[in-house]
């Protein structure tokens, strides 16, 4: 489960979020949208315990990422855009790694598992600048799970996707959610989030302006809420 309460972030005179307010439940895909300029990879860097907040709060899992960030952590996932793979290691070698630097004793057995669980049966032996984007999303999302974290964040996980490899990788989010998962999603194709979402917050300018069951927003009133926001700061 994710809790924020109040986040503020400011840098020099700028506001990137303004107390920002959500809850993130097991079991839900909580999506967050929001225009270039929103505040949303700020709150996914406070929220990984990548960046602290200049004011407010934050809990995952129960814990406190202001007096308990490991325990925080180590129930977490990240996936970005960046996969932060290593292209000349092979998929299975890339697992190794990074089990080794979480300090997780996985045999070979078991790292094989985690890749034929993300459809990579059959290529974990191949370097892994050999794969497709999509191929890479999905190694990238085994290897944010090899310590079975309870939450995952997604940042802009679909760039670049083709349709078939966006397919898989909903599969994936969802699987990981129907567990028991608690998945906070941020992506700026609207329409393809409103489809996996359980709940959506819409950040505009740093602020929390709706937040609801996805199936109480359209694709057509959240780019109207950008527009009007952009029409705003314009004028």
Same mark, same amino acid.
């Given at each position: 489960?994710?809790?924020?309460?109040?986040?503020?972030?400011?840098?020099?005179?700028?506001?990137?979020?303004?107390?920002?307010?959500?809850?993130?439940?097991?079991?839900?895909?909580?999506?967050?949208?929001?225009?270039?300029?929103?505040?949303?990879?700020?709150?996914?860097? #406070?929220?990984?315990?990548?960046?602290?907040?200049?004011?407010?709060?934050?809990?995952?899992?129960?814990?406190?990422?202001?007096?308990?960030?490991?325990?925080?952590?180590?129930?977490?996932?990240?996936?970005?855009?960046?996969?932060?793979?290593?292209?000349?290691?092979?998929?299975?070698?890339?697992?190794?790694?990074?089990?080794?630097?979480?300090?997780?004793?996985?045999?070979?057995?078991?790292?094989?598992?985690?890749?034929?669980?993300?459809?990579?049966?059959?290529?974990?032996?191949?370097?892994?600048?050999?794969?497709?984007?999509?191929?890479?999303?999905?190694?990238?999302?085994?290897?944010?799970?090899?310590?079975?974290?309870?939450?995952?964040?997604?940042?802009?996980?679909?760039?670049?996707?083709?349709?078939?490899?966006?397919?898989?990788?909903?599969?994936?989010?969802?699987?990981?959610?129907?567990?028991?998962?608690?998945?906070?999603?941020?992506?700026?194709?609207?329409?393809?989030?409103?489809? #996996?979402?359980?709940?959506?917050?819409?950040?505009?300018?740093?602020?929390?302006?709706?937040?609801?069951?996805?199936?109480?927003?359209?694709?057509?009133?959240?780019?109207?809420?950008?527009?009007?926001?952009?029409?705003?700061?314009?004028?």
């Amino acid at each position: 489960m994710i809790q924020a309460t109040g986040l503020t972030k400011i840098y020099g005179t700028r506001y990137a979020l303004r107390g920002v307010n959500l809850k993130a439940e097991r079991g839900e895909i909580l999506g967050v949208f929001g225009p270039n300029g929103a505040g949303k990879s700020t709150l996914v860097r #406070i929220l990984a315990g990548q960046a602290k907040p200049t004011s407010g709060s934050v809990t995952i899992c129960g814990h406190p990422l202001s007096s308990e960030a490991a325990q925080a952590r180590a129930c977490t996932g990240v996936v970005g855009h960046q996969t932060y793979l290593y292209d000349d290691l092979t998929a299975v070698e890339n697992l190794r790694f990074f089990a080794r630097m979480f300090g997780l004793r996985h045999s070979q057995q078991t790292l094989l598992e985690r890749l034929a669980r993300v459809g990579l049966r059959g290529r974990e032996h191949e370097p892994v600048r050999h794969f497709s984007r999509g191929m890479q999303q999905r190694l990238a999302l085994a290897r944010a799970t090899l310590h079975d974290p309870e939450v995952l964040i997604l940042d802009e996980p679909y760039t670049g996707l083709d349709q078939q490899a966006t397919i898989l990788l909903d599969e994936l989010v969802q699987d990981f959610s129907r567990g028991g998962g608690t998945v906070l999603l941020v992506t700026h194709d609207v329409e393809h989030g409103l489809n #996996i979402a359980d709940r959506v917050l819409l950040l505009v300018s740093g602020r929390v302006v709706k937040e609801g069951p996805a199936e109480t927003f359209s694709t057509d009133a959240i780019v109207a809420t950008y527009e009007s926001d952009t029409r705003t700061q314009s004028a």
